[in-house]
């Protein structure tokens, strides 16, 4: 279990309260967190998710996966 599950745990987006997508980089070091309902992108600096809606990133074509809950587990 890594911090940074557990650190999204915590974390919702700071508009609309909804779950938040961590977006990684090639390293798979944390890169953004991304709302996908505001379609903003939220910087991680220094391993601190900065949660201010003037520092996010607004996505313009941001890939969302479909809304439905997936029936199980995803399978790592
Ligand atoms: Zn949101």
């Given at each position: 279990m890594?911090?940074?599950?557990?650190?999204?745990?915590?974390?919702?987006?700071?508009?609309?309260?909804?779950?938040l997508?961590?977006?990684?980089?090639?390293?798979?070091?944390?890169?953004e967190l991304?709302?996908?309902?505001?379609?903003?992108?939220?910087?991680?600096?220094?391993?601190?998710?900065?949660?201010?809606?003037?520092e996010?990133?607004?996505?313009?074509?941001?890939?969302?996966?479909?809304?439905?809950?997936?029936?199980?587990?995803?399978?790592?």
């Amino acid at each position: 279990m890594s911090l940074d599950h557990r650190l999204i745990d915590l974390l919702v987006c700071p508009l609309c309260k909804g779950p938040l997508q961590l977006l990684r980089d090639e390293q798979s070091r944390p890169l953004e967190l991304v709302c996908p309902a505001d379609r903003l992108g939220f910087p991680i600096r220094d391993g601190i998710p900065v949660m201010l809606e003037p520092e996010a990133r607004v996505l313009e074509a941001f890939p969302a996966p479909p809304p439905s809950p997936l029936p199980f587990p995803p399978t790592p």
